[in-house]
Nanobody, 114 residues
Framework: QVQLVESGGGLVQAGGSLRLSCAAS????????MGWYRQGPGKQRELVAG???????NYADSVKGRFTISRDNAKNTVFLYMNSLKPEDTAVYYC????????WGQGTQVTVSS
């Protein structure tokens, strides 16, 4: 089983930056694909960025060029660097690990004020 704990959310003005972290327990962290998802008010949960076990990233069109995902397998941690934040980025951000099974963190709130 994999347990995930997100941190780094908060309130930021438009144009600002935040770094989200997701710390995972479990010795099998490195073999899983990691992803950051978000769910805004009244919206469905959507994929923001993902990164494979080999470090290959992918991004939603809405965040390309502004967000960067990375992982540190030695520290069982995945990061999401968010720059040029917009009010529409406001959401609860969730970390996900999957390799066959899928596990979710509890989420961290990101609020971007205009």
């Amino acid at each position: 089983q994999v347990q995930l704990v997100e941190s780094g959310g908060g309130l930021v003005q438009a144009g600002g930056s935040l770094r989200l972290s997701c710390a995972a327990s479990g010795s099998i962290f490195s073999i899983g694909t990691m992803g950051w998802y978000r769910q805004g008010p009244g919206k469905q949960r959507e994929l923001v960025a993902g990164i494979t076990s080999g470090g290959m990233p992918n991004y939603a069109d809405s965040v390309k060029g502004r967000f960067t995902i990375s992982r540190d397998n030695a520290k069982n941690t995945v990061f999401l660097y968010m720059n040029s934040l917009k009010p529409e980025d406001t959401a609860v951000y969730y970390c996900n690990w999957r390799w066959g099974s899928s596990y979710w963190g509890q989420g961290t709130q990101v609020t971007v004020s205009s």
